[in-house]
């Protein structure tokens, strides 16, 4: 049992890394035109307000590395559920009563988040384009446009309910893990509390790469001062 968890744990690990790797490339693309969250129609909780026409004119001139940021950062969160379906498997291992909820979630989280994130692209796309065409590039008209898009308030929605269903996830593995012994105590609440902020704050996002990094590389066999016990084990051996 501990060798095949071994075996996919090696996979499990890299597809962690790689999907890191794919965020973060995003975040850079992105980045480079200075837009974020496609998908949004206002400031998240703990946000400063942004200039909606700015953040129009951006893209509009940034489209193709805004594409190239939709497609990286798809295919990083598709990754995780090679991590997910590993974790679920390892916490099973040692609670076979643990919720299935997990695997749904570590399936739906994901596929949910990427299509809303190119979902969110086409229809800011759709917007931005419409606001450089013509009329004046004022704010107040980059709001109304904004806020009478069918397809942007779609995918503000769709946004949020994909990144509870991806949360619900987070939050339950991180929980059950940590209960069987596999995460530390802090590393446990850690990805609880990335999985509230995934929903609510803006360091969502990066506190789940921290997350799945530190997931990763447990799955690989190494951390600092060695592994939790229970990675050695199939009993749960929680830690104190």
Not at 62 to 76: C, E, P, T, Y
Not at 111 to 135: K, Q, Y
């Amino acid at each position: 049992m501990l060798d095949v968890e071994r075996r996919r744990g090696r996979i499990a690990g890299v597809a962690a890394l790689l999907s890191v790797l794919a965020v973060w490339g995003s975040v850079i693309f992105s980045s480079s035109t200075g837009v974020r969250d496609a998908g949004r129609t206002g400031p998240r909780v703990g946000e400063k307000s942004f200039d909606r026409a700015k953040q129009l004119v951006h893209f509009h001139n940034g489209v193709h590395d805004q594409a190239i940021a939709a497609i990286l950062r798809s295919a990083g969160l598709l990754l995780t559920i090679a991590v997910g379906v590993y974790l679920y498997s390892v916490i099973r291992a040692r609670n076979p009563d643990v919720p299935r909820l997990i695997l749904w979630t570590a399936f739906a989280g994901p596929v949910l988040v990427a299509g809303a994130t190119i979902f969110g692209f086409f229809a800011l796309r759709d917007v931005a384009d419409a606001f450089v065409a013509s009329g004046a590039r004022t704010s107040e008209r980059a709001r109304h446009l904004a806020n009478t898009s069918g397809s942007l308030q779609a995918a503000a929605v769709l946004d949020l309910g994909s990144r509870v269903v991806f949360a619900v996830w987070v939050g339950m593995a991180s929980l059950e893990a940590m209960r069987v012994g596999l995460l530390t105590r802090f590393l446990g609440y850690w990805g609880i509390g990335a999985a509230g902020a995934l929903v609510l704050l803006p360091v969502g996002d990066a506190m789940f790469i921290g997350w799945i990094a530190s997931i990763g590389i447990l799955a690989l066999g190494y951390w600092p001062g060695g592994r939790p016990p229970a990675w050695q084990s199939t009993r749960p051996l929680p830690a104190e």
